[in-house]
């Protein structure tokens, strides 16, 4: 099993195989040896006559003859027969017929059964992982397109873009299964990549005439900077007219040379075109398009241009040949320069120019495609994919499927009768010809199939002999030709005709091998993208499972009558007697097969119909295990579909989760939240969580051109709005639309505010906004699709001078200036109109002009308002508008920027708010006024009831302003529709229709009322909860009535008063609003008629029809008429879809993250089911014809009532109703939960037919349940496997780096702690994609109090402090770790939120100062960067809030006054820590003691703050005199961040008189001992708390059994008393010792005060009184009872209160799964054990209960079919434990094997809930074994995926097969040594401190090796540490390579590396452990001289040039040095550059 495992976990094998053999192997032999072990027991072998022992199972009197062991004629028969009995015992199928008669007997089939149910679970799960895990891929790639579908037929009106994009994703799933290219070998090292790429884009540079003749060195260099490209066909590759920057080369494919629409060439594979572009700005003369899929390779000029800067003599022969191609073309200067450069020349010079002489026109005949079947015979190909191919797929499986089951049919029981075969009577006579014309559409087939043309990644291929030959060479094609043979030619030999039929019917079973091609069409479905998944895979497991039922049935019977006109003596149809004389037929022998057949693989296994031979007894194991294995498969793939499914919808409720937890840990605002999740309801139902705005764009891996071609079609209209976008260059204007996002906004978000400072416009995509007054009293304008607003702030970044508020929901359009100048860094043209608009300060003006006229033009439109914020929900033939809002006037602001004298306002300029368009305008003040007519009756009918309520999209979000939930509406809305139609000009045909149509809707609308209902008041939701319980009365009452009380008049009189209710609910759907497909709620009564009419009107008429009257009144005769009405009221049953409809509705809430309403869901559906199913049961055996009107029940003579009443003695027609509902019930659980105790079984075939049915809905409903319970389970632990793998890999790597295990302790710490305070969620990423409005309040909300407590930011505007806000970040550390270090450069500012910090010395031994929350320290570091003067740790578990410099900076740039205040304020500070530094020095070079030092420090300090006090303050402005602080001065480098400084003096002098005062009075401190054991603790985290809870919980797990045993069957037995007491003693022990143990609180902070660990006891809900519950003796309060049975009774009963202590168990396994570090599957297999005991144990002793008391056992209950008596005992409570025990399990384990079932009503009923549970608990702990193993293997299975890909990229590149294995290689190697987890920033988490920690513990003594890094400031190696790469190199690949750029230095750390000469030939060195590569390349730009090769599996560190140049400018004090020690070693000067931070 070892092995197996190991061989799994390398790549590349079959998983699937070696899984299936393995599972195999481990169920092979233990199913052996269960079955030798179970005759062992029973027969002894060691004796020569092998005697069984009497009253075991083998010689068991009451069993049949041929289950007597000693009557068998063999050994093998009798191994059979275990065999047979273990196989039905572990397959849970438990026939009964051969089952434990005796105590041991029963104990090894209580070990088998759960030992089955294991181990099978165990299997099952291992294919559910399996099938989750390969289908992952794909349901991911389903789900992306499912959202770019809806996105792109949103935003695309064009019909060619939409299909080219649907065709690319359906080409990219085809060719790569979704994946791209981009990053498959970023993977590999340097040297390796390059040689990778170069031999994969080689060909391009080789065959490029400017490029071939180049240094092989700088080919290397060059190819890792070629791009390919995919272009579909028709896709434009360069533009005629537009300027070329690029070379491109035909990897493959063709593309076509267009002029003015005109093909003039072709280039095919290996053409080269635009080379010429690396050189000269070439306007294109001709447009290059793509004719089919091709991969081009693109090199761009930026590209070359930056690899020749290292390689001049490259640059000089690329010039050569330019200059060459140039003079055959025309005349050229005679020297050339890299740049861009026109060159004025004739369209064919340039033509012949750009592309050569290699282009040829290729003008072939297009191939003809079959347009119908009937063309098949043409010459034509069938196109795959088309409608005509799934069409006739369709058909052939359809016609297989008929074929395969008449063919077995006829095989397996035609040969049974007087005439046999097809020949048996004129109908079999037509089936034959049927299957003969059957064949002939097989032939069809066939040569359908050879005219299929082959699909491949550049098109389809569609040459007649290569189609041909692709399918002739497949197994296919030799399946399809044998599937058609007519073998049944053989039988013709046979004499006699029925022999001769007989053979035909067995011989034409070759037919089912046609079966091949239906799963081979379910298979391509299933890959199809654009097919349900969910409805294939449906279909595709129910064919399954109906074919192997059939053919099992088909084998099943002739087992038993192969021979003509008999049967076997002793198989089962002779027990059975199904097929005695002429009352049979062929299709009784086939139902009572079938119902075998599902019987045994559904593992009911009721035991009426069971094997009697030994070859039966063999098929009939083959047959259980198939059908494990066949419902395993079934439930293993509806869980990978739903995991995958749901895995994007958990993953998004993650994150929402994590955000509320967040913001509920920090309590911010219940308001705040709701709007948190609003924004995530709308985010969710924009793109289902696949995308996020600001993100990476959803269409991310489209080509750039077609992601452009999309944007533009979203983006262009609305930029086109904007008029300094207007007239602008189009290419520009494509690369910039990729980089605008898009943001929901729900109706009353606030999307600007006034003051704030943003860069950022918005352009309104959908709905409404309202600019509002600088009070937020008014509304001054309405804004709507089209226009945009703040262009002011993105242009000239001056604050927001209005605050936007989304009035409808709204999808705004976001440019940021930070985009913008990116994109525009390609544009210098486009670049410098930018800046002279920015400079041009016209422009504001006219901007704020354009602004003023909006407002004026507002202020003239008639306005009204009831509130400031007015809404209302909008009709749908009403304009998609607000309702007018307030009249309003000029604000001041817009007075001030026009120039307005008198206004007092100082701003720079208010934002523009765009142009309305003329239309939009025109249509907008029209619909206005209709609205404000319309709107004026309702709010009269309203009567100032406030504002309107507003409704959100289609969400069903309300935001409420009333508390009305109807609106009314006036007969004048319909006056004012007419008179909008009359006014229409419409065709006088199409008028009359109108006419019609309104004259129909005027009459409709006079039975309608003037009011409707919203669908989101608590009216309709109270309403729908009435309506959702009435329909589950229906349902149930409905079914009973038919089935049970057929004319009760209670249930007739209840019946009608549902159907009223349910009539006035469709009287209410006429009336209540709906929201529209645009989301906007439709509250107009007519419209809202006609919308009920087109949904569900038809499904509750049908529902409410009193068609038992009408059926009741037309049947005859009249005597079953009543009968029949009790059954036509079945039609009520159709309201099971409102039930439907309400749980999905719920469901899909995305706010709704609890799992309780999927629980109710199933149990809701299960229990209608079941009711259901028991009452046809009853039904089909009373039908209860010719009773008239009376309530009374017929049944049936031969059928299952009849044969049960025999077996209880009485007949069961003439016991009580609820009785016969009971049984049947029991019935109906036993059937649909496979358990088939088979005391109740069927007994015709109407019967049997609907048993099948019953166990068929069963066993695929408890499989969906389960398989939903699964895919729950693995989505939910998902994210901590992730976390777990990253965890593991860390520990991998730290043991790799050799560090000592107390700094991995700490780093592992560090990461529990992670989790334990976000679970995975990173709180960088919480508010990612949120509007900036949101996230600002957010933020404002969270970090305002601290950020003003800092007196930099004290006063300042509050758009700098949000600005601020926005930037903070949170940080988490443990206790004693490093925040800050002494001498790190300081570029953050840190605010303490919880716990505390401490200031020490840098050996961190001594402590200087503490800081708790609301502190602050770092400020002046975060001003200045100097160096920290000390360094500051966690003094406990610590949040921190950071600020960085770069975040400071940013917002400084917006606000240069503050920043010059912020800076005053920071020098002056710095300046007087430095003065006291300065005092404290001279006071201790005086002499002077260390605590009057601090003294003297502390008076200076003072005399200096009241000198401050004395200068006036206003805001920051800071004293003039004060010197500036120069951070440059070194001098001043030294000083600390000033909350140190202030309190070290202080604290010093303090510590040291404590220190006198302790010394003094020392004596007097000594505690009592006592106290002492008092007040101890023991932390959480020791040992010995981990001991003491494993004991604990072992303890109470045993106690448990103890207890229920000795209780329930009344043991007074002195061993258990000493026993349970010697517990009870350890647990009270345990009580005292939980009063000292530590804690951790909600933020992870161990608390270990004595005082507060007794508290937290004592309060917890499950502390301290729990506790003494469980263990107080409460029990000695029945000592007084003198009746000794009765007091032995009552104090075993109370002592049951001790079965409390489950919770320490329930308490330890939570803790459990908690933690991190552990091994996941070993716990839970535990926990899951530890469940099913405890399980087992409460089912045994309840069922016991049932039936005895006080060790007396009533008649007629279970335990007299128990054989207790047989023991000779009395009353034996082992024995009946045994008992107990045993039917507990057989029954939870759904093995019923029914030698114990219940009789009474009580016991059927808590049997019918033990099996429900039973099958419930073995499913979820099925998904959890499925989920856990799933999350397991997920690393593994995508890194195949991605190996997968990269090897098919490889190979369609041609890429040599020597490199290929290489490439291979090193990613298996990769695999081994870190399981695919790149290692680059795997310690990203951890605090910074503790990540330099690890890095120099590394790095450091590598370092010292390098002379570049002698003597360097340890802060200064400390940080450049962390930017070391770590790499791995397998044997003989290179490190560096001759010729390429030296771009860094690398060390060896472990392995072996060779130093090889210029020709690669000698070994020049042997390079060891702690050697250092390429220092030069640090320093100088110039090519290797010489390569290293790896000798040994090596690995490396990489320190690159860039981040090395990175850290100088951090360090630049270290610049200079570096360059000495450079040029003293090298002897070459170093050339000074100007450094980024000196030019700042």
């Known amino acids: 099993m070892k092995y197996g495992e190991h061989i799994e976990e390398r790549l590349g094998v079959k998983t699937g195989l070696l899984r299936a053999f393995r599972f195999t192997l481990i169920a092979s032999l233990s199913i052996h040896f269960q079955a030798s072990l179970w005759y062992l027991i029973a027969c002894n072998n060691l004796s020569e006559d092998s005697t069984c022992s009497p009253g075991t199972w083998a010689n068991y009197e009451n069993f049949r003859p041929d289950l007597n062991v000693s009557s068998a004629v063999s050994q093998w028969d009798k191994y059979i027969l275990s065999l047979y009995w273990t196989v039905a015992t572990v397959t849970v199928t438990g026939y009964g017929d051969v089952h434990p008669v005796l105590n041991g007997e029963k104990w090894l089939s209580i070990i088998c059964m759960i030992w089955g149910i294991t181990m099978f679970g165990y299997i099952l799960g291992g294919l559910a992982s399996m099938l989750t895990n390969s289908d992952a891929l794909r349901a991911r790639y389903k789900h992306k397109l499912a959202s770019i579908k809806e996105y792109v037929m949103e935003t695309c009106s064009d019909d060619r873009l939409r299909k080219r994009v649907f065709d690319y994703y359906e080409y990219l799933w085809a060719r790569n299964k979704g994946k791209t290219e981009k990053t498959l070998f970023n993977d590999l090292p340097h040297a390796f990549n390059a040689e990778v790429s170069l031999g994969i884009f080689g060909n391009m540079l080789e065959q490029s005439p400017v490029l071939k003749n180049t240094s092989v060195g700088f080919k290397r260099i060059l190819s890792l900077v070629v791009k390919p490209k995919l272009y579909l066909p028709g896709q434009v590759i360069i533009e005629k007219g537009e300027v070329g920057h690029k070379m491109y080369f035909i990897q493959k494919g063709i593309v076509n040379v267009m002029d003015e629409g005109t093909k003039i060439a072709s280039l095919t594979d290996g053409g080269i075109f635009g080379e010429v572009n690396l050189i000269y700005s070439i306007i294109n003369t001709a447009t290059v398009q793509a004719a089919t899929y091709c991969d081009v390779l693109t090199l761009a000029r930026s590209d070359l241009v930056s690899v020749l800067t290292s390689y001049p003599e490259d640059e000089n022969v690329l010039k050569e040949e330019i200059l060459k191609r140039c003079e055959a073309a025309f005349d050229c200067p005679t020297s050339v320069s890299i740049e861009e450069e026109e060159l004025p020349f004739s369209s064919s010079e340039r033509v012949r120019f750009q592309i050569g002489n290699q282009a040829a026109d290729r003008n072939t005949k297009s191939p003809h495609s079959c347009s119908t079947l009937a063309n098949v015979f043409r010459r034509c190909y069938i196109v795959p994919g088309t409608r005509l191919q799934y069409a006739w797929k369709g058909i052939i499986s359809i016609v297989t499927l008929i074929s395969c089951w008449i063919s077995a049919y006829m095989a397996g029981f035609s040969h049974f009768d007087s005439t046999v075969g097809y020949n048996s009577n004129s109908l079999g006579m037509i089936t034959f010809a049927v299957l003969y014309a059957i064949d002939v559409v097989f032939i069809i087939d066939i040569i359908i199939t050879l005219r299929t043309a082959i699909p491949s990644p550049y098109g389809l291929i569609t040459e007649s002999r290569k189609m041909a030959l692709k399918y002739i060479l497949t197994i296919g094609f030799f399946l399809d030709v044998f599937a058609i043979l007519p073998l049944e030619i053989g039988a013709s030999g046979w004499s006699t005709e029925q022999e001769r039929w007989k053979y035909v019917a067995l011989l034409r079973i070759n037919r089912i091998v046609k079966l091949w091609k239906v799963y081979n069409i379910f298979s391509e479905l299933e890959n199809n993208v654009n097919m349900p998944i969910g409805r294939t895979r449906a279909a595709k497991l129910l064919v399954s499972i109906f074919i192997c039922i059939h053919f099992s049935a088909c084998v099943w019977f002739p087992l038993a009558c192969f021979q003509l006109e008999r049967c076997s003596k002793n198989s089962w149809v002779t027990y059975l007697n199904v097929a005695n004389g002429s009352s049979h037929s062929a299709f009784s022998d086939y139902v009572v097969s079938l119902y075998w057949s599902a019987t045994t693989m559904t593992s009911t296994g009721y035991g009426e119909i069971v094997a009697h031979t030994s070859t039966e007894r063999t098929f009939a194991v083959i047959v259980m295990l198939v059908g494990l294995l066949l419902f395993g498969y079934t439930l293993s793939t509806l869980a990978a579909t739903l995991t995958n499914a749901a895995s994007i919808r958990v993953s998004f409720i993650e994150r929402m989760v994590g955000v509320h937890q967040f913001m509920k840990d920090h309590h911010m605002g219940k308001g705040l939240l709701n709007r948190v999740d609003h924004y995530f309801e709308l985010l969710w139902q924009q793109s289902k969580g696949e995308y996020i705005p600001g993100g990476e764009y959803l269409m991310h891996n ?22 300094f976008l207007e007239n602008i260059d189009r290419e520009f204007l494509r690369c910039f639309s990729l980089r605008t996002s898009s943001y929901m906004f729900a109706p009353g978000d606030y999307v600007l505010y006034f003051g704030d400072m943003g860069r950022e416009m918005y352009l309104i995509k959908k709905g409404h906004v309202e600019v509002l007054s600088e009070d937020l009293s008014q509304v001054v304008s309405i804004l709507g699709p089209g226009q945009y607003f703040g262009d002011l702030g993105l242009l000239f970044g001056i604050p927001r001078s209005a605050t936007i508020r989304a009035a409808t929901h709204c999808e705004l359009v976001m440019i940021s200036k930070e985009e913008l100048e990116d994109v525009l860094k390609g544009f210098p043209i486009v670049k410098k109109e930018f800046e002279l608009i920015t400079r041009d300060k016209s422009h504001m003006k006219v901007a704020c002009a354009a602004a003023a006229k909006a407002s004026s033009e507002a202020m003239k439109r008639p306005h009204r308002f009831d509130k400031p914020c007015l809404m209302t929900a909008l009709a749908d033939a009403m304009a998609p508008l607000l309702v007018p809002i307030t009249r309003t006037v000029i604000t001041p602001t817009i007075a001030a920027c026009l120039g307005d004298e008198k206004s007092k306002l100082k701003v720079s300029c208010p934002m523009s708010f765009g142009r309305i368009p003329e239309k939009t305008f025109l249509k907008y003040t029209k619909d206005m006024e209709r609205l404000d007519r319309a709107l004026q009756v309702e709010d009269d009918a309203l009567s100032g009831a406030g504002a309107f309520r507003q409704t959100t999209a289609e969400s069903g979000i309300r935001h409420r302003r009333g508390r009305k939930s109807v609106i009314p509406v006036s007969s004048s809305h319909f006056k004012r529709l007419e008179e909008t139609a009359e006014e229409d000009k419409t065709p006088p045909r199409i008028a009359a229709k109108q006419r019609l149509k309104h004259v129909c809707d005027r009459f409709f609308s006079l039975f309608l009322l003037r009011y409707t209902f919203l669908p989101t008041s608590c009216l309709c939701a109270v309403w729908e909860v009435i309506i959702a319980l009435a329909a589950l009365i229906s349902l149930i009452t409905v079914a009973l009535q038919a089935a049970f009380f057929h004319f009760h008049p209670v249930m007739w009189t209840l019946h009608y008063l549902l159907d009223f209710i349910f009539l006035v609910e469709m009287f209410l759907k006429f009336h209540t609003a709906y929201y529209n497909k645009d989301g906007q709620l439709v509250t107009q009564p007519l419209a809202c008629a006609k919308h009920y009419l087109r949904s569900n009107f038809l499904l509750d008429l049908f529902s409410i029809l009193p068609l038992e009257v009408l059926v009741a ?37 995305i706010t709704n993250t609890s799992g309780l309403i999927k629980e109710v869901k199933f149990a809701v559906y299960m229990l209608v089911c079941t009711h259901w199913i028991a009452c046809v049961w009853y039904i089909i055996a009373c039908p209860s014809w010719g009773i008239g009107f009376m309530n009374q029940h017929i049944c049936g003579t031969e059928s299952w009532i009849q044969d049960y009443s025999m077996k209880i003695g009485f007949p069961l027609a003439n016991q009580t109703l609820f009785y016969r509902y009971v049984v049947s019930l029991y019935w109906s659980v036993t059937t649909t939960a496979n358990v088939g105790y088979g005391d109740i079984y069927p007994h015709n ?33 998902s994210t901590r496997a992730r976390f777990q793998e990253r965890l593991t890999a860390i520990k991998l790597y730290m043991k790799d780096q050799g560090l000592h295990s107390s700094l991995k302790r ?18 960088g990423s919480l508010f990612q994609g949120m509007p900036l409005s949101l996230q600002a309040d957010i933020s404002i909300s969270l970090y305002k109090k601290i950020i003003d407590q800092v007196p930099l930011f004290q006063n300042t505007e509050i758009g700098f402090t949000k600005l601020l806000a926005l930037s903070i970040k949170p940080l988490l550390f443990l206790k004693n770790e490093y925040i800050v270090r002494k001498g790190d450069i300081g570029s953050e500012m840190f605010f303490i939120n919880r716990g505390t910090v401490e200031v020490v010395s840098e050996d961190g031994n001594v402590v200087f100062a503490t800081m708790d929350e609301g502190k602050f320290f770092g400020e002046i570091s975060l001003v200045f960067s100097v160096p920290r003067t000390a360094s500051i740790r966690a003094g406990t578990n610590c949040d921190l809030f950071v600020l960085t410099k770069k975040d400071l900076d940013e917002a400084l740039s917006y606000y240069p006054q503050i920043a010059e205040q912020i800076k005053e304020v920071a020098g002056n500070r710095a300046n007087k820590v430095k003065k006291r530094n300065e005092i404290q020095k001279k006071a201790a070079a005086e002499g002077a003691s260390a605590s009057d030092a601090a003294a003297a420090a502390a008076k200076g300090t003072s005399d200096m703050e009241d000198e401050e006090k004395k200068e006036p303050k206003s805001g920051l402005v800071v004293s003039k005199s004060a010197a500036k602080f120069d951070p440059k001065q070194p001098e001043q480098v030294e000083i600390i961040e000033e909350e140190v400084e202030e309190t070290e003096t202080a604290v010093v002098s303090a510590c040291c008189d404590n220190f006198k005062k302790w010394g003094s009075n020392i004596k007097e401190r000594c505690w009592p001992i006592l106290k002492k054991l008092l007040t101890f603790t023991i932390s959480h985290e020791s040992r010995f708390n981990s001991v003491l809870g494993l004991v604990s919980t072992l303890l109470a797990f045993i106690s448990v059994f103890t207890l229920t045993f000795q209780s329930i069957f009344q043991v007074n037995e002195a061993a258990f008393y000493v026993v349970n007491y010697a517990f009870d003693i350890y647990f009270i022990v345990e009580i005292i010792l939980k009063f000292h143990i530590t804690y951790e609180d909600d933020q992870g902070r161990v608390i270990n005060d004595s005082k507060s660990t007794a508290l937290h006891y004592l309060k917890q809900p499950t502390g301290f009184l729990l506790d003494v519950i469980a263990s107080f003796p409460i029990e000695l309060v029945a000592l007084p009872i003198t009746d000794q049975k009765l007091r032995v009774c009552i104090f075993l009963y109370l002592r049951m209160t001790h079965i409390l202590r489950l919770d320490r168990v329930y ?11 552990q091994k996941t599957v070993v ?9 099913i005991s405890i399980c087992t144990q409460f089912v045994a002793c309840l069922w016991y209960i049932l039936a005895c008391q006080l060790q007396e056992c ?3 209950t279970w335990t007299v079919l128990s054989n207790a008596e047989m023991y000779g005992v009395s009353f034996n409570p082992y024995i009946h434990y045994t008992n107990s025990l045993y039917w507990a399990v057989a029954t939870m384990t759904t093995t019923g094997y029914g030698d114990l079932i219940p009789t009474s009503v009580l016991e059927m009923l808590f049997a019918s809930g033990v099996m429900i549970f039973g099958k419930l608990l073995f499913g979820f702990i099925l998904g959890s074994i499925a989920s856990t193993l799933a999350n397991m293997e997920t690393q593994k299975v995508q890194y195949e995926e991605k190996l997968d890909t990269l090897k098919s990229y490889m190979k369609e590149n041609n890429l040599s097969s020597a490199l290929q294995n290489r490439v291979l290689h090193f990613f298996e190697y990769l695999w081994i040594r870190n399981k695919g987890i790149n290692r680059s920033g795997l310690l990203g988490d951890v605090p910074h401190c503790m990540q330099t920690e690890v890095a120099l513990t590394t790095m450091e003594q590598l370092f010292k090796k390098v002379p570049i890094f002698q003597d360097l400031d340890a802060s200064f190696l400390r940080h450049l540490s962390l930017v070391a790469q770590p790499l791995t190199l397998i044997p003989g690949e290179f490190v560096v390579r001759k010729g390429d750029i030296g771009f860094g230095i690398f060390f060896i750390f472990h392995g072996k590396a060779e130093l090889i000469d210029e020709d690669e030939n000698a070994i020049l060195k042997i390079l060891e452990e702690g050697s250092y590569i390429g220092q030069r390349g640090l320093i100088y730009n110039t090519p290797r001289k010489l390569s290293v090769r790896a000798k040994t599996n090596t690995d490396l560190f990489l320190i690159k040039r860039s981040e090395f140049e990175h850290v100088i400018e951090q360090h630049p004090e270290m610049e200079d040095t570096i360059h000495k020690l450079a040029e003293d070693y090298y002897h070459i000067p170093v050339k000074k550059t100007r450094r980024h931070s000196e030019a700042l």
């Open 1245 to 1277: 075939d109407i019967e049997r037919i609907f048993a099948l049915s019953s166990m068929m809905f069963g066993i695929v409903a408890y499989g969906y349940i389960i398989a939903s319970v699964a895919a729950s389970l693995a989505n939910a632990d």
């Open 1754 to 1756: 009533k008649a007629g």
């Open 1723 to 1731: 716990t839970r297999l535990l926990k899951f054990i530890v469940l």
């Open 1306 to 1323: 700490r780093v592992v710490n560090i990461y529990e702690y992670i989790w334990k305070r976000n679970k995975g969620v990173s709180f």
């Open 1707 to 1717: 308490a330890f396994f939570v803790a459990e799964g908690k933690k991190l570090n």
């Open 1113 to 1149: 009144a037309a049947w005859k005769p009249l005597i079953d008429a009543g009968r029949i009405a009790s059954i036509t009221i079945c039609n009520r049953l159709v309201r099971f879809y409102k039930l439907i409809i309400g749980f999905d509705y719920l469901e899909d809430k």
């Open 702 to 723: 489209m080509p750039e051109t077609l992601q452009e071609d999309v944007k533009m079609a979203e983006c262009n209209d609305l930029m086109n709005n904007v008029p």
